[in-house]
Nanobody
Framework: QVQLVESGGGLVQPGGSLRLSCAAS????????MGWYRQAPGKQRELVASIGSDGSDGNTRYTDSVKGRFTISIDNTKNTVYLQMNSLKPEDTARYYC?????????????????WGQGTQVTVSS
C-alpha cells in the first residue's frame, strides 16, 4: 500500500559527502513527518534526523553527533525526504533507514501509520 525507496548510499572517504533520498509512494493521503535512522553492527538503532511535513527549520531534529554536518529536507511535491551528509566520519558508517508517518485514508486523516524503507548502506573508510 505504501512503499519507501531509499537511494544514495555508498562508500565514501572521511570528509566526503553523500546525499540520501527516500521517496514515498502508494496510497498516501498525507504525510505527518519523515526521518532517517541508522544502525551500525552491534549498536542500537538511533534517530539521525527528522522533519515535519511542512519542511520548516523549526520542525527539524538532529542527533548531537551530526549537528552542523547533516541537513534534512523534504519535497512535498515528490513525497521525498533527503539527508545531505557532509564531513563524513568513520563513525557515521551504518545502515540508514528512512521512516515516515503517513495517513492513508481521508476518512481517518489523523490516523498515522509508521512505514520503513529497506535501508541503504553508508560506509566511510579510507
Amino acid at each position: 500500500q505504501v512503499q519507501l525507496v531509499e537511494s544514495g548510499g555508498g562508500l565514501v572517504q572521511p570528509g566526503g559527502s553523500l546525499r540520501l533520498s527516500c521517496a514515498a509512494s502508494g496510497t498516501i493521503f498525507s504525510i505527518g513527518a519523515m526521518g532517517w535512522y541508522r544502525q551500525a553492527p552491534g549498536k542500537q538503532r538511533e534517530l539521525v534526523a527528522s522533519i515535519g511535513s511542512d519542511g520548516s527549520d523549526g520542525n527539524t531534529r538532529y542527533t548531537d553527533s551530526v549537528k552542523g554536518r547533516f541537513t534534512i529536507s523534504i519535497d512535498n511535491t515528490k513525497n521525498t525526504v533527503y539527508l545531505q551528509m557532509n564531513s563524513l566520519k568513520p563513525e557515521d558508517t551504518a545502515r540508514y533507514y528512512c521512516s515516515a508517518a503517513i495517513s492513508v485514508s481521508s476518512w481517518y486523516p489523523l490516523s498515522f501509520n509508521d512505514y520503513w524503507g529497506q535501508g541503504t548502506q553508508v560506509t566511510v573508510s579510507s
